[in-house]
């Protein structure tokens, strides 16, 4: 079945720094969710990338989608403290009603 | 108000009982999840329904019944609990595949703990 692999595990930086996690796939993707969850919280929609090499921002945080939808990243410049938590890429099969979680990354911010 | 609502938010039990979690979503989205999460983080999809009706079933034991009496309530029925039931469930919803917008939103969590 489809299935992701994320990396790293974990990441520990200090406030203002960049971090970068990299999702990656044996097969293509029709698309990849990115979701955040905080420690003790639940897991939040943050995008949805379709198109072959996309790019998205929002604010801080950069999407790419791979040319060959197979690989797709998040990267966040300058670090804040709320940015703590746990980033899971899940790509949604061509039905859309399922979704495969990455192991995710956990992001520690040290101020 | 809360988009996605989970009762209860904690469930300690013995081992062998039979417990319920409910949910409730009020975005009117036609899709509903169960998803279960473990100690190590890994969120792992149990279930989908649409429309009231089953699409994914994730291999997941018969011990485990999802019901879903209407498109704004998805329960998950637990039958026999074992130690290794013990985790996050997390339930979810998500609009109309196709729809434009395709990300999910997730409940609260119910901790479930089987001793």
């Known amino acids: 079945g489809q299935q992701v692999m994320q990396i790293p595990q974990y990441q520990h930086v200090q406030e203002g720094e960049d971090f970068t996690t990299y999702c990656n796939s044996s097969?293509?993707?029709?698309?990849i969710q990115w979701y955040k969850q905080r420690p003790g919280g639940h897991p939040v929609f943050l995008i949805q990338?379709?198109?072959?090499?996309e790019v998205k921002k929002q604010k801080r945080l950069t999407f790419q989608f791979g040319e060959a939808k197979k690989n797709s990243s998040l990267h966040i410049t300058a670090t804040q403290t709320t940015d703590v938590g746990t980033y899971f890429c899940a790509p949604t099969n061509t039905g859309g009603f399922k979704t495969i979680f990455g192991a995710g990354t956990r992001l520690f911010v040290k101020a | 108000d809360t988009a996605v609502s989970q009762t209860p938010k904690y469930l300690v039990t013995q081992m062998g009982n039979d417990k319920s979690i409910k949910c409730e979503q009020n975005l009117g989205h036609d899709t509903m999840y169960w998803y279960k999460q473990d100690s190590k983080k890994f969120l792992k999809i149990m279930f989908s329904y649409n429309n009231k009706e089953l699409i994914i079933n994730e291999t997941v034991p018969n011990r485990f019944s999802p019901k879903s009496p209407d498109k704004a309530h998805l329960n998950l029925h637990i039958n026999s609990l074992e130690l290794g039931d013990s985790a996050v469930y997390f339930c979810a919803s998500s609009p109309r595949v196709g729809s434009g917008y395709e990300g999910q939103f997730f409940g609260p969590g119910t901790r479930l703990t089987v001793l």
């Open positions: 990338l379709v198109k072959s090499g």
């Open positions: 097969t293509t993707l029709s698309n």
